[in-house]
């Protein structure tokens, strides 16, 4: 059998658009900052990358500053400004945030100064959408791009970073898209690339694989296949829910992303859950990827009011336009098979329990 990936939240497929222009970029000698015939050539490719994701992202191309990715974007955007978030954020922005803002149990934050506090447009392990106030000052727009219709120029903030991998796109490339105006000082200083904010030769083949993978994503959004992404992923509710007892939904009742499922079954360890359905044959996680390897209870289920013990027991399917439905019901199959047997191992233990004291 072969192996169905349902874990697009941590990394994408590389779409075939963005594997074709990388192909043609490594064929562009040039250095951009160079002067001659071969540097106008790469600077004309790079700037063309730049309009294309700027397209995408709803913003102007003067605007939009590549970088490594969205750890290193967040890092220019946060660094040295003593901005508040909440538990919800990725852990690229909570090492640079004081995360005291309140998360209800829908995973809903409340933001009471947004000029002073940056919020994520969309959480990995959840994906509930948040609504962005006006003035915020930054904003994680990661997981939502591609995914969800959005446009910088009209969410009412002042920066957001994305990264090319969570939509199709390379590994290793990302980009900080900042209002007009905006005093922002340089991390990684050196030469001017990207007008003086980010120096150090741009990585064209990565920004060309990115502004192709944003043009495609752009395009499954107008086509509207994430409608039937959120179709497929209510379709898996209904099986789990329908077959299995005292499993939680979590974010269920807030807007989420159309691709993710997140799912808490108190006493059954993710991690667990995780390698069962590996060995079967699927890939899901037990929350977000970035963390070495490590599976640990998520802090985003505990800034949600769960227990850290119970924070542990949740997993988190997230899955795209090219998966098919009939993969995603043969996970549920999977899923719910691997919990009949936990639960008739869990009342075999309660049964021998009883007989002990009896």
């Given at each position: 059998m072969s192996r169905i990936y349902l874990d697009w939240n941590a990394t994408t497929p590389l779409r075939i658009e963005a594997r074709d222009a990388m192909i043609a970029a490594a064929e562009i000698v040039g250095n951009p900052s160079s002067v001659h015939a071969e540097g106008r050539a790469a600077k004309m490719a790079l700037e063309r990358a730049r309009e294309d994701v700027a397209r995408a992202l709803g913003a102007e191309g003067a605007d939009v500053i590549f970088t490594s990715g969205s750890t290193e974007a967040a890092a220019l955007a946060l660094e040295g400004r003593d901005f508040h978030c909440s538990g919800v954020e990725h852990d690229a922005v909570k090492a640079w945030c004081r995360a005291d803002l309140g998360t209800d149990a829908g995973g809903i934050v409340t933001v009471a100064d947004p000029a002073r506090s940056s919020l994520q447009l969309a959480n990995s392990e959840t994906g509930v959408l948040q609504k962005l106030p006006e003035g915020l000052a930054v904003s994680d727009l990661t997981q939502a791009f591609g995914k969800v219709p959005m446009a910088f120029n009209w969410l009412g903030i002042t920066a957001g970073f994305v990264s090319a991998h969570k939509l199709g796109g390379p590994k290793g490339v990302g980009a900080l898209v900042v209002k007009r105006g905006t005093d922002l000082e340089a991390r990684i200083k050196g030469g001017g690339q990207e007008q003086g904010r980010r120096a150090g030769t741009e990585n064209l083949i990565g920004?060309?694989?990115?502004?192709?993978?944003?043009?495609?994503?752009?395009?499954?959004?107008?086509?509207?296949?994430?409608?039937?992404?959120?179709?497929?992923?209510?379709?898996?509710?209904?099986?789990?829910?329908?077959?299995?007892?005292?499993?939680?939904?979590?974010?269920?009742?807030?807007?989420?992303?159309?691709?993710?499922?997140?799912?808490?079954?108190?006493?059954?360890?993710?991690?667990?859950?995780?390698?069962?359905?590996?060995?079967?044959?699927?890939?899901?996680s037990a929350g977000s990827a970035c963390s070495s390897g490590k599976?640990?209870?998520?802090?985003?289920?505990?800034?949600?009011?769960?227990?850290?013990?119970?924070?542990?027991?949740?997993?988190?399917?997230?899955?795209?336009?090219?998966?098919?439905?009939?993969?995603?019901?043969?996970?549920?199959?999977?899923?719910?098979?691997?919990?009949?047997?936990?639960?008739?191992?869990?009342?075999?233990?309660?049964?021998?329990?009883?007989?002990?004291?009896?």
């Open positions: 920004i060309m694989g990115f502004a192709a993978a944003a043009k495609a994503a752009q395009n499954d959004l107008d086509q509207g296949l994430w409608d039937k992404v959120a179709q497929t992923r209510d379709s898996l509710l209904g099986a789990l829910e329908n077959g299995a007892e005292g499993v939680t939904f979590l974010g269920r009742e807030s807007r989420r992303l159309p691709n993710t499922l997140s799912m808490l079954t108190p006493g059954w360890r993710g991690e667990t859950q995780v390698m069962q359905m590996d060995l079967a044959g699927f890939a899901i599976v640990r209870a998520s802090g985003v289920l505990q800034a949600m009011g769960i227990h850290p013990e119970q924070a542990g027991d949740a997993i988190r399917i997230s899955f795209g336009p090219s998966t098919a439905e009939r993969d995603v019901m043969r996970f549920a199959d999977a899923w719910l098979a691997s919990w009949q047997r936990w639960r008739e191992r869990n009342r075999g233990r309660e049964t021998a329990g009883k007989d002990d004291h009896g």
